[in-house]
Each structure stands twice: as C-alpha cells, then as structure tokens.
C-alpha cells in the first residue's frame, strides 16, 4: 500500500490550489482516505475525508465551505480543491488511508500515510 501526494507549492492569499493523493496497492472502494495537514511544532490536523464505500464526505469546521475532496475511482486518486486559501492554511499535507468500515479525520484512525507536500501561502 502506497500514496502519493503532490500538488502542493506557493500560492497567494486568495488563490486556488488542489492536491492529489495516488493510491497504488488497494483501490479506493476498499480504504477510506483523509487529508490532513500539520504546522511544524504543531499537532497534524485532520481537515477531510471521503468514505470507502458510498463516497460520504466530512470536513473538518477549519475548511468547510472552502475545501472540496473527491475522488476518481478510475484513477485510483483522491483530490483536495482548497479555495480562499489564507496564510493560516499554510503547513505540510497528507493523505492517509484506512480500511476501517468509516472514514474519520483522527489521526490514530489511519495506518498508511503519503509522504506530504507542502503548501505555503503568502503574498
């Protein structure tokens, strides 16, 4: 079991960016996948998820109405559209997966995680 994230890089407050997390390994109809992000010095933080099964999606307060996850089975990949992004949403992102029967943005829930790509906003 592998992913990939990418997509990350400098953008300024305002802009758009999407990540992509590749799975290689497993299909997406079988693990749950979240997205999580973590400041150096701080606690990583789950921000969204997407359900193995019926694709039933759940974002965290800090990014609800900004972020969009989705997912294209064929590809193997989950995206994060992350729009109106601020200087706050600055930090290293990752994806993560899990075959457990529902997705959460705990942490602990996970035991496979990609490598993060970094975002930083600023002007």
């Known amino acids: 079991v592998q992913l990939q994230a990418s997509g990350g890089g400098l953008v300024q407050p305002g802009d758009s960016l999407t990540l992509s997390c590749v799975a290689s390994?497993?299909?997406?109809?079988?693990?749950?996948i979240g997205w999580f992000r973590q400041v150096p010095g701080k606690e990583r933080e789950g921000i969204s998820c997407?359900?193995?099964?019926?694709?039933?999606?759940h974002y965290e307060d800090s990014v609800k109405g900004r972020f969009v996850i989705s997912r294209d089975i064929a590809k193997n990949t989950v995206y994060l559209q992350m729009n109106s992004l601020t200087p706050e949403d600055t930090a290293v992102y990752y994806c993560?997966?899990?075959?457990?029967?529902?997705?959460?943005?705990?942490?602990?829930?996970?035991?496979?995680w990609g490598q993060g790509t970094l975002v930083t906003v600023s002007s």
């Open positions: 993560a997966a899990d075959p457990k029967l529902y997705c959460t943005t705990k942490t602990d829930f996970y035991i496979y």
């Open positions: 390994g497993f299909t997406l109809d079988s693990y749950n």
């Open positions: 997407i359900n193995k099964g019926d694709g039933r999606i």
